[in-house]
């Protein structure tokens, strides 16, 4: 009954989302957050997010989220495209918390998507981001949680990707699945969880990155009717019972798809507790 409730009033949320600036509004098209040694400017009409240090004025870290491709063999030949920064997002960003000496903030965007291919597909499905921004003196970390719902079939395709822009000097660890940028980590979970003609089942989310362009990669087909990766899990310090994001992030993923459900999209998930992604050992857990 409690996550009930709170999926229920995070779904409230964000409906009322355009109405909220939580988070220090500066212009309208960006929201600015200051956690702990970093300031971060999020683009609202696009998800798009910039890690500034203290007193700098050049971010450090800088992640846009250009495109969404379906293609088969090919991924510099995709058959269906969609610019993410040509729809229209309604953003969310939730008030920054302090815990165990880091400061955590959520930030959801959500749009409805269409492709342009051999036809147009409009109102393809509804894309959601949810992006989980730790910071602790000169560390910070962004996980991404990301959902596709109501998706329309789509013939001959066997892969979808989110092709992202990276600013700065990055090194790529894909057996961490992650970048790392001037102490600044991006992490995603490896798996994700897809719906195949009303079966969910767990899938490989693989990454390809060349040039500050960053893929990540799922499989599909035209039975496909949603997608959910998340990448929310996180314990922090070194108390005997550690914090769960995973839980919030999950809550903050459902709320976007109790919009869905409202908007006509239909969508169903079974979400299961697994172990966290991320690297303990990063200079972000210690104290």
Known sequence: MKKRMAVMTLALILALAPLLASAGYSEPSKYMIKADGFTISIDSSHPALKFYRENSTEPDFSISYDRLILYSGDIERPEYVSNLSASSWHSMVGNSTEENG????????TSTISLSGEKDIGDWGLLSFTFLILARGEHAQLGISMSISGMKPVESCSNLAIVQSIGGDASFVPDSDEIIISNVYYRWNPTATVDINGAHEKRDVGAEYSDHSLSLIYPYNSGMQSIMHVSGQVELGHAAVMPDYFSDALGYGLGMLS?????????????KRKKSPFDMDSPIYRK
């Open 102 to 109: 880091t400061v955590r903030t959520v930030v959801t965007m």
């Open 259 to 271: 919009i869905a459900g409202l908007l006509g999209i239909s969508y169903a998930v079974k979400g």
